[in-house]
């Protein structure tokens, strides 16, 4: 009876979560995003020969390389000696980081695992295009060790793939001022030979690393219809791509830009943004430490741990997750600004991990102007910014029964509260238990909801 007991309380507490979830996101969930929809945080790690330039991940075209000298300028002086994966892993772990993606290919071409794909070559033809052949680094697999230590940190392994190729012979890299062109690609059968021989590398990729997720990038050469040179991937090559990628792994989630703007793949993904409200499915945005993706030796400004934690917790609390990026040097290792971002997360999400993980959006149509709200099964998370010199705060009335109100970091000590005018009015200490972000919890019966 004991067994029985315990396996239907589960299944019931796993069928409260689930229903919570749908109610709360106002769009169904499917089963393969649901760790991805509960874990809100993750890790982006643009690395590449890029990395060795230290000009950031977009020198090759803004910088007017040919391909002949950027391969053998940049990329064959590539040689990552002094990457850590255990370190990058612990600080993600450390950080409260669910998941991290990683570039296996980006716009530059150079594949950070030994492909066997023969058309990735450099231009000479004799060396594959890769960081075993090209490099001087021959004898680790990066992207493994990046997965054994997410494995051993119990965080989820996702790749980065950029659609578009500046190396590759199929294409040519447009250096000009138009920036709705990236590469026009060659007369067919260029284009399905090159598509055929992308397919392969993602096979390499899904079957030998099994990422979680497949990020994709360097879609804008997109349009709806038929393609053109400059304009060459079309609706119809992403939703090939997608059926072709979730035939090899029906768990694996694919993002929006196997091509973008036509409500393709498992989730949505601004850049560098916040959307003003909540999307109508899931939704990730991605955001750098500093103005760069890939390493930029010449980018110091950093953004401050408060101002990224406060942009997670608006993210969040419109349903949304939050992908940080780091850009690790030529070498390997990470700067000291971005180990010391990561680490004022860490101390953050150590005392209020609680109100990111497994909660949705607000409950509420209007933000108030000191904060956000986040929520789950039986709490409302009240996220306070601006805390209120006047020792009160006030939270829009729910329909469920109040049960008890604290401070997520002090949860022993009840707040007093009282309901009128359909507001709940929260006494609070006269200091900000937080310099970033003080949450006070709202304990609810069910999921909450406005009262209006």
Known sequence: MKKIYSFATALLVITLLFSANKAAAQYPVPSKMDWWYQARFGMFIHFGSYSELGHGEWAFSNEKWTKADYQSKVSSKFNPTSFNAGTIAHLAKKAGMKYIVITAKHHEGFCMWK????????VTGTKLYDLPDFTEFKNRDILQELKDSCAAQGIKFCLYYSILDWSHSSQTIYHGENWNTYSTMAPDPAKADYIRDMKAQLNELVTKYHPAVLWFDGDWTYNAGQPTPTSWWT???GIDLYNYLTGLDPKLIVNERVARSFGLGDFECPEQKVPEAPLGRQWET??????SWGYNATDEKYKSPKTLIQEMVKVVSRDGNYL???????DGTITDQTASILNGFGDWMKLNSESIYGTTRSPFPAEPKWGFYTRKQGKLFVHVFTWPVDGQLLVPSLTNPI??????NHPTKTLKCTESNGNIQISIPPNAPDSINSVIVINVSGIPVAAR
């Open 115 to 122: 492909t066997a794909v023969q058309s990735f070559k450099d």
């Open 235 to 237: 609706k119809s090559d």
């Open 286 to 291: 991605c955001q750098t430490m500093n103005g």
């Open 324 to 330: 940080l990026n780091i850009g690790p040097k030529g």
């Open 403 to 408: 049960s008890k109100v604290y401070l997520l």
